[in-house]
């Protein structure tokens, strides 16, 4: 109540008076002396620190943005036992003149700092204990402001994006130009000046230390005015592998003010691939591999190409709806969707939850493999019909150490750019495991507040209800909107702040809300991260699982992971306990256990998505003529229906119990070539069907009774 009313009123003893009387006093006379005494001997200790804040490189702003923003000051206390929050502020000086004045107010959740924005023209900040009645201000330390008269910065990008999987390069550093064959760079260059004089400047471009040709601009520089400027169609030089990009801002006499360069990839013949199918290929990374001694923490790089054994290949799926799923060895195999904008999407993997084996060190998870002694990868079919690849692998702990358990990833693609991913596990009855968790993979020199959208996940379930996921989680949900909702649901995952296309998750057999939101990082009181970092993972060698930012995101890849389901798995396809031969060639009981999900890579809209996820989760009824119907009549891990043909001809009526969408059938014993299809006699496209001799994928949405007929080569 005091307190309340010294800050009120500058005149207050009758006030004063009453209220002590009437309700007693906050403090005695002894002790507010005695606390204020100690307060004034506080401030001469180093009790705070004060600096000059250019902005927290990973909080934006970011890039051009940044060019002429305001400062922060930042103010942090070093002995948190001591509080003087309520008399401390920040003096805001120029020429030794006060202008304004901030109340300092520390967060413990910032760590016990402040950032406090202050204005461009100021010289001089001052932190000030101003003691209860504002009658003494006592300065306890100050800063000198200073400021660069002129700034800049550029960034440069192709003309035409392309997704760097076309071009056949794998997560180029964001601070690196990425030029195709036939492309050229387009710079955007933005110029702040503090100087009183307006000035007429150049801005020049070149490539490399000896330019055979430049590009020049004229700008004029005004007073704390933010000049934009973009420059396009500048061209590499021929026949190189890198470039060097160069930007300078030249004065009156060509003194040189500014100079950035850009490293620059070149490619000169982009790879061909099938626009449906499965590649094996080694796909491009320029730099080296980081390295740390787990034993002595010391770090050293190893080249890329000198990393894995050489008959170790990666294999990329391209699919007609520009999807790119890649297995890549710099992941350990594990896979990702490879989106346009450098990023990746991956849905985990299967992963031993604590209480870990005896003696693990650190996680036990497949992306511990980075030597890949355990994991493989192969194309069992590229058809015009389907894409089937496998990944095979043990969960590994930092030093390799393997107990007997194993995983079969089988994954199906079909021309429509949706797939199918399959978990088959062999595992120790005692052993718990993690499946699905949504992680995001980004390329070197990249922050993820800058490329990461807000929304990073939609939930969509199946009756029809819409929950959005912003990230960070502040406030995160409550218990009751993260298990409210019983039904299957669609995962909409975004991965980038200009990617058009989705990434997609779904399976009936799992209506549990994942069990964990990952939170956000803080770094020196300020949020960093929208969600878990880490740089161990992909490609980095030697680092444990961390809990904070760290430097290597300036030279290797990085993952971001959002939600997982933890321990919640959904209902397996089948499931038994069985004497069978483990990993590490021992006879034991072991369980075996199977999963299946729909996954893709896409923009259509959400009514769109429930109609593939009922469509996977309903299979039509069946009338067939010609053929017989196969004991395991629907696989859910393929999407397909299977049919065992009799006769040349072939009629199946398809039932639909909602709409069905794009079917697949699997078809044995067919006699010869397919020679024609039709749907209510109608003829079907050759371009809206596929067929390889066993697969046939038909694009259709069916909503009534339809008969397909089917006439093979007799």
């Known amino acids: 109540m005091i307190k309340l009313c010294i800050h009120l009123h500058s005149h207050i003893s009758i006030l004063f008076i009453l209220t002590f009387f009437l309700f007693g006093p906050c403090l005695t006379a002894s002790e507010k002396s005695n606390n204020l005494q100690k307060q004034a001997d506080v401030s001469q200790t180093n009790s705070y620190e004060i600096h000059i804040d250019k902005g927290h490189p990973w909080q934006p702003p970011f890039e051009l943005e940044r060019v002429g923003t305001s400062l922060k000051v930042f103010i942090k206390q ?3 036992d001591i509080a003087l929050q309520n008399s401390l502020w920040l003096s805001s000086q120029i020429a030794g003149r006060e202008v304004k004045q901030n109340k300092v107010a520390f967060s413990k959740e910032a760590n016990r700092s402040q950032r406090i924005v202050i204005d461009d023209n100021v010289e001089e900040v001052v932190l000030l204990q ?16 200073e400021r660069n008269i002129l700034e800049a910065d ?23 130009l990425l030029l195709g064959p036939g492309q050229t760079a387009q710079i955007n260059v933005a110029v702040y000046s503090r100087s009183k004089q307006t000035q007429t400047i150049k801005v020049v471009v070149w490539f490399d230390e000896t330019p055979t040709s430049t590009m020049t601009r004229k700008i004029e520089l005004i007073q704390n005015r933010r000049i934009n400027l973009t420059m396009r169609n500048i061209k590499a030089p021929a026949g190189r592998d890198r470039a060097t990009l160069n930007i300078a801002l030249l004065g009156k006499t060509g003194n040189r003010l500014w ?28 730099s080296p591999i980081s390295i740390r001694n787990p034993t002595t923490g010391t770090f050293s790089t190893l080249p890329y190409d000198k990393g894995w054994k050489p008959e170790l290949q990666d294999i990329v799926v391209t699919l007609p709806t520009g999807g790119r799923y890649v297995f890549w060895k710099g992941a350990s195999y594990i896979p990702f969707w490879a989106g346009k904008h450098n990023t990746g999407l991956c849905y985990e993997w299967a992963e031993i939850l604590p209480p870990r084996p005896e003696n693990a060190v650190d996680c036990v998870e497949p992306l511990m493999d980075k030597e890949l002694r355990y994991g493989r990868v192969k194309i ?48 120790d009855p005692k052993s718990q495991y993690e499946l699905s968790e949504f992680i995001i993979l980004t390329a070197p020199e990249t922050y993820p507040l800058n490329i990461l959208p807000r929304n990073l996940i939609d939930v969509l379930y199946l009756d ?63 949020l960093v991260t929208p969600a878990y970092w880490g740089s161990h993972w992909p490609l980095a060698r030697g680092n444990a699982t961390g809990s904070k930012i760290d ?31 483990d990993s590490m060639g021992r006879s034991r009981n072991m369980v075996l256990e199977r999963w299946a999900w729909l996954i893709g890579m896409t923009d259509v809209d959400d009514d769109r998505l429930i109609e593939w996820a009922n469509s996977y989760a309903n299979p039509p009824n069946l009338e067939v003529k010609g053929a017989s119907i196969e004991l395991s009549s629907y696989s859910m891990e393929r999407r397909a229906l299977r049919l065992s043909v009799d006769q040349p001809t072939v009629s199946i009526t398809i039932k639909p119990t909602v709409r069905c969408v794009n079917p697949v059938f699997e078809l044995s014993n067919a006699p010869g070539n397919l020679i024609n299809t039709s749907l209510n006699n109608k003829v079907v496209n050759s371009k809206h069907y596929a067929w390889d001799g066993q697969t046939l994928w038909l694009k259709a949405d069916i909503d009534s009774p339809t008969v397909l007929t089917l006439n093979f080569e007799k």
Not at 130 to 145: A, D, F, P, Y
Request: include cysteine.
């Open 78 to 80: 070093i002995h948190p």
């Open 380 to 427: 069992i079919e590229s058809t015009p019909a389907r894409v089937h690849v496998r990944w095979t692998y043990q969960s590994t702990d930092l030093v390799y150490n393997v107990w007997g358990d194993s995983a079969i990833e089988d994954y199906y693609f079909y021309p429509d750019g949706f797939a199918t991913r399959v978990v088959s596990l062999k595992r």
């Open 130 to 145: 101003v003691l209860e009645n504002k009658s003494s201000r006592k300065e306890i330390t100050k800063k000198k402001v």
């Open 259 to 286: 100079h950035k360069t850009i490293p620059t990839i070149l490619v000169r013949q982009s790879p061909s691939w099938p626009k449906f199918g499965a590649t094996q290929t080694s796909l491009r990374y320029d």
């Open 464 to 526: 029809g209800k819409k929950l959005k996921l912003n990230f960070p989680q502040l406030p995160k949900l409550n218990s009751t909107e993260m298990g409210s909702r019983t039904a299957p649901a669609v995962y909409r995952v975004r991965l980038h702040k200009d990617e058009t296309a989705n990434a997609i998750y779904f399976t009936p057999n799992e209506n549990k809300f994942p069990t964990v939101l990952f939170d956000p990082f803080f770094d020196a009181g300020e």
């Open 154 to 176: 550029a960034i440069a990008k192709a003309n035409v994006i392309t997704n760097p999987i076309d071009l056949g390069i794998i997560f180029p550093p964001s601070d690196e």
């Open 551 to 581: 430097e290597r995101i300036h030279i290797t890849p990085c993952h971001n992971s959002l939600m997982s389901w933890a321990s919640k798995r959904p209902i397996p396809l089948n499931s038994g306990l069985t004497k069978t031969i």
